[in-house]
Structures are given as structure tokens and as C-alpha cells.
């Protein structure tokens, strides 16, 4: 490391400013190419996959009062159902995932300046807990961060990324990380009742 800083303290200061520049590009690049975007479309797909099995289950649940030969169904989509949903955390699972994302953080050799939880958003059948978070470290420790994130059997999503104030420290280039850090939930039965009551989602009161 102390041959790159030497190499680094060495550079014309135009040279210097590209490598500030260029590099933290590439690396937004390749983990939106690499980890956000694929992940992104997994995310999305699953969300319509569950809304989809939910609005079966409901109907076929309806048709069941009328026709005993639906239970079998309900019964494999309810199994479905639940498969899926394994993936999104309950409430009372949002507080260790939230300290597990930031373990990974420090395990990673970050400095946590900023993890603030942001208010929920609502969607049908889902809520996203969203959160603000801030980290300074080396590109390799930020980009191990996000690869780590990547890997969590939960569904948790990276985005607003933006990489700032590089600095040379001790022969190591840091720069701070801020980004939006988003998992969701899903929302139990009454939950949806409260909120088509408040209107803050669409549907209908069972």
C-alpha cells in the first residue's frame, strides 16, 4: 500500500483528479451492473409474484365458501404463499435485520457515520422500511459492504449511492459512501385494515 500512495503522492494533480473521478464511477458502475441491477429485477419480480398469489389465494378463498373442491387449492397456494414470504421480514424481524445490515458494515472494516431509519412507505401488501445511511472506508471496504448486503437472504436493496471526499490516509484512499439502504415487510392482515381505512393504500376491508 505504501508503493500506491507513493505512486499516488507522485501524480500531477491532473492525473490525480481523473483517478479521483473515474474510479468511484467505475465502481457505481460495476455494482449496478454486478449486484443492484440483477437484484433490483429479482425484487421487483418477487413483489408481483406474491401480489399475484395473494389476489389467487383471496378469490380462490371466496370461491371455497361455494365449492369444497377449491380447499386442495387454497391450501397449495397458501403453501406458495408462504415460500415466498419467508423472504420479506415480519415487524418484529425489521429491528435485527436493520443491526445486521450494520454489522456487516463494521465487518467490513467501515466506520458507520449515519444509520437512520426513515418512515415506512406503503404498498398493497408490502411496507418499505428505508435507511439512511453514511459510511467512510477504503473503495475495496465500501464495495465489499455492498456485495455482503447482496448475499442476505433477505430482501434488501442499495440505491442513491454517492461516493464523496476521498481523501489519502496512512497510504489508503477513503471517501465516504451515503446511501439508501431498503428492506421490506409484509404487512399483516390487520395492518392492511388500518391502512385502506386510513387510505393510505388501495383495497378492500375483508
Known amino acids: 500500500m505504501s508503493q500506491i500512495g507513493e505512486f499516488f503522492d507522485n501524480l500531477e494533480p ?23 441491477g440483477p437484484r433490483t429485477t429479482r425484487t421487483s419480480e418477487l413483489r408481483t409474484r406474491i401480489s399475484e398469489m395473494l389476489e389467487e ?4 378463498t371466496l370461491e371455497t365458501a361455494r365449492l369444497a373442491d377449491r380447499e386442495q387449492e387454497v391450501a ?17 424481524e425489521i429491528p435485527e435485520l436493520l443491526s ?10 467501515l466506520d458507520i457515520l449515519v444509520f437512520r431509519q426513515k418512515p415506512e412507505g406503503y404498498q398493497e ?37 454517492v461516493l464523496r471526499d476521498p481523501k489519502v490516509v496512512d497510504d489508503d484512499l477513503l471517501l465516504e459512501a451515503n446511501s439508501t439502504v ?13 391502512l385502506i381505512e386510513q387510505k393510505k393504500i388501495k383495497g378492500e376491508k375483508r
Open 182 to 194: 431498503t428492506t421490506f415487510r409484509f404487512l399483516s392482515d390487520n395492518e392492511r385494515e388500518r
Open 57 to 60: 389465494r383471496d378469490r380462490k
Open 14 to 36: 491532473s492525473r490525480k483528479l481523473v483517478i479521483v473521478i473515474v474510479v468511484p464511477v467505475l465502481i457505481l458502475l460495476a455494482y449496478y451492473v454486478f449486484i443492484f
Open 125 to 161: 401488501f408490502y411496507a418499505e422500511v428505508p435507511v439512511d445511511m453514511q459510511v467512510r472506508g477504503t473503495y475495496h471496504q465500501v464495495a465489499s459492504f455492498f456485495d455482503e448486503v447482496a448475499k442476505l437472504d433477505r430482501i434488501v436493496n442499495v440505491s442513491n449511492i
Open 100 to 109: 445486521s445490515i450494520s454489522s456487516l458494515g463494521r465487518d467490513s472494516g
Open 76 to 92: 397449495d397456494l397458501d403453501r406458495q404463499l408462504e415460500t415466498a414470504i419467508t423472504r420479506l421480514p415480519d415487524q418484529k
